[in-house]
């Protein structure tokens, strides 16, 4: 009786190895869920949609608009739920990917990695850094940027000295650079001494990319990373419309309205950065260095992802709040956020349609 039990835990215990090795060898995605993409791509190629939050996203799965998958409604893979479904009959795969570049980075080149995108809609709120515009328009950007790459000087240097690994061309010094006693309050222009921080400059540098059109490893570099012209172009097809100008409260009733009904703006530039910005300084000096309308924390990270795996992509962004203050709204991004995602969703909602009339009418997808 002895031998017959240690057999049977000898043979489970080859089971349970057998097991955890066929596993490895799966790597990180299961058997299961790869058959579960492999049959998702049968309904491709698909427009890949990327929301950064919940708020931006519920809206849209709660909008006539998008209609679930019947077959393969959602697959879930290294914590991101992929969602599958129509919208004015493209077919669509939607994914959340939280807060910040890194995030949105992962999220972006895990949704192209698995699934056949023939390009990416992009949407959110976002502060902003323009004041011709107001809480409520919706921005679209011809370019991105990342402004939170930097190489951060030495106290005691200036514009003239090379910054480290400079000659490598790891870094440059051809962006510009932010100055930290230029903001010095109480500065005495007489006499720069008084004023100088040991903070220095911090020098905006470009990404390394690695375009999967290019030889493996070696690198080029990107800062201003252009949207799908195509898209760009489409989008202006979107501009009269009409969106609400006034927050509703849960009764329906109205509680607060803009100055005037918001718009759909096509924009200059857009910057992104692992930062909340909530401060008129740097709000202003970004803006007048880099000409940023939109400022927010994922778009450059998709721009990139998006721009290294010659995808097509665009966009959306609904401005929530003048960053740093000074509007004459109340200016808190929490009081406007229901509206300015609403306008985002609605916006996003509008374009990918279009996206399907355009090929039917024989326009090029690709960047």
Same mark, same amino acid.
């Given at each position: 009786m002895a031998g017959v039990r240690q057999q049977l835990i000898i043979a489970g215990v080859v089971a349970v190895a057998?097991?955890?090795?066929?596993?490895?060898?799966? =790597?990180?995605?299961?058997?299961?869920?790869?058959?579960?993409?492999?049959?998702?791509?049968? &309904? $491709?190629?698909?427009? $890949?949609?990327?929301?950064?939050?919940?708020?931006?996203?519920?809206?849209?799965?709660?909008?006539?608009?998008?209609?679930?998958?019947k077959g393969v409604p959602n697959i879930d893979v290294q914590g991101r739920r992929f969602r599958f479904g129509t919208i004015g009959g493209q077919n669509v795969v939607m994914v959340m990917t939280g807060l910040s570049m890194l995030n949105a980075g992962l999220t972006t080149q895990l949704l192209l990695s698995l699934f056949r995108v023939k390009g990416i809609v992009h949407?959110?709120?976002? $502060?902003?850094?323009?004041? &011709?515009?107001? %809480?409520?328009?919706?921005?679209?950007?011809?370019?991105w940027a990342h402004l939170s790459?930097?190489?951060?000087?030495?106290? @005691?240097? @200036?514009?003239?000295? /090379?910054?480290p690994l400079e000659s490598a061309g790891d870094y440059t010094r051809d962006l510009g650079f932010l100055n930290f006693s230029d903001y010095t309050v109480g500065q005495a222009a007489t006499n720069p001494e008084l004023s100088a921080n040991k903070l220095n400059s911090i020098w905006y540098q470009p990404e390394e990319i690695f375009p999967a059109s290019g030889e493996p490893e070696e690198r080029r570099h990107a800062f201003w990373v252009p949207a799908s012209a195509p898209y760009y172009a489409l989008a202006a097809k979107l501009e009269g419309m009409k969106?609400?100008?006034?927050?509703?409260?849960?009764? @329906?009733?109205?509680?607060?309205?803009?100055?005037?009904?918001?718009?759909?703006?096509?924009?200059?530039?857009?910057?992104? *950065?692992?930062? #909340?910005?909530?401060?008129? *300084?740097?709000?202003?000096?970004?803006?007048?260095?880099? =000409?940023?309308?939109?400022?927010?924390? /994922?778009?450059?990270?998709? *721009?990139?992802?998006?721009?290294?795996?010659?995808?097509?992509?665009?966009?959306?962004?609904?401005?929530?709040?003048?960053?740093?203050?000074?509007?004459?709204? @109340?200016? /808190?991004?929490?009081?406007? %956020?229901?509206?300015? *995602?609403?306008?985002?969703? &609605?916006?996003?909602?509008? #374009?990918?349609?279009?996206? $399907?009339?355009?090929?039917?009418?024989?326009?090029?997808?690709?960047?």
């Open positions: 057998v097991a955890l090795m066929a596993t490895a060898a799966e =790597g990180f995605i299961s058997k299961k869920t790869w058959a579960a993409v492999r049959r998702a791509n049968r &309904d $491709g190629p698909f427009v $890949g949609l990327v929301v950064p939050n919940t708020y931006e996203m519920v809206p849209v799965l709660n909008s006539p608009s998008f209609k679930a998958s949407w959110g709120i976002a $502060g902003n850094a323009n004041e &011709d515009l107001q %809480i409520g328009d919706v921005t679209i950007p011809e370019y790459l930097w190489n951060w000087q030495r106290a @005691g240097l @200036g514009k003239d000295n /090379e910054l969106l609400p100008q006034c927050v509703k409260n849960n009764n @329906g009733t109205t509680d607060k309205c803009l100055p005037r009904a918001p718009r759909v703006a096509r924009v200059a530039r857009g910057c992104s *950065a692992n930062v #909340f910005l909530d401060n008129a *300084a740097y709000r202003q000096f970004i803006r007048a260095k880099f =000409g940023c309308t939109p400022v927010e924390m /994922e778009s450059a990270a998709v *721009a990139l992802v998006a721009y290294q795996q010659g995808v097509p992509f665009l966009t959306i962004r609904s401005l929530s709040d003048l960053a740093g203050g000074g509007s004459a709204l @109340g200016n /808190e991004a929490g009081e406007f %956020i229901g509206i300015a *995602a609403q306008n985002a969703v &609605d916006v996003m909602l509008r #374009f990918v349609p279009l996206l $399907g009339e355009e090929e039917s009418g024989g326009v090029a997808e690709d960047v």
